[in-house]
């Protein structure tokens, strides 16, 4: 996948948002400060952080913190979420699998950003992270 140029980042103000929360990330375990910005369809914004736990099983991370918020506040159909970390690698840090199964409970057509400390940043499709999805419409009744 090809880098975007941080100039033309769609969404600066997610991505300012996402540097801001990730002084909020609760990681005195692994160190490493995870946000996500959400964008949902009716323009809404939620930011979740990473919260770890001694018992690492029990850790929760930036993106499910995200949509979380957003879903206890009413909304379900998102745009776009753009993931920023604290890490002082120059790679593109993308969702577990468990926060790619996550997102496509919400659909697989939406917009996930994943950037870098300078602002490049790579697109995609949650479909894309998650081919062969297992989605609420794979429960579908058989006859």
């Not at 941080?6 to 300012?16: A, I, M, Q, T, V």
């Not at 929760?60 to 753009?82: D, H, L, N, P």
């Amino acid at each position: 996948m090809d880098l975007g140029n941080p100039s033309e980042f769609p969404f600066p103000d997610l991505l300012k948002r996402g540097k801001t929360a990730l002084s909020n990330s609760y990681c005195p375990y692994s160190k490493f400060s995870v946000a996500a910005t959400l964008l949902t369809d009716d323009g809404r914004i939620f930011t979740g952080v990473n919260v770890e736990n001694v018992s690492y099983g029990l850790t929760i991370c930036a993106e499910r913190s995200a949509i979380c918020t957003a879903v206890s506040e009413g909304c379900q159909k998102f745009k776009a979420i753009v993931i920023v970390t604290g890490s002082t690698s120059d790679e593109c840090i993308g969702p577990c699998g468990a926060c790619r199964q996550f997102l496509a409970e919400f659909g697989t057509d939406w917009d996930v950003y994943f950037t870098r400390k300078d602002g490049s940043y790579i697109k995609c499709k949650v479909a894309e992270l998650l081919p062969h999805a297992f989605v609420p419409e794979s429960l579908q009744k058989q006859s």
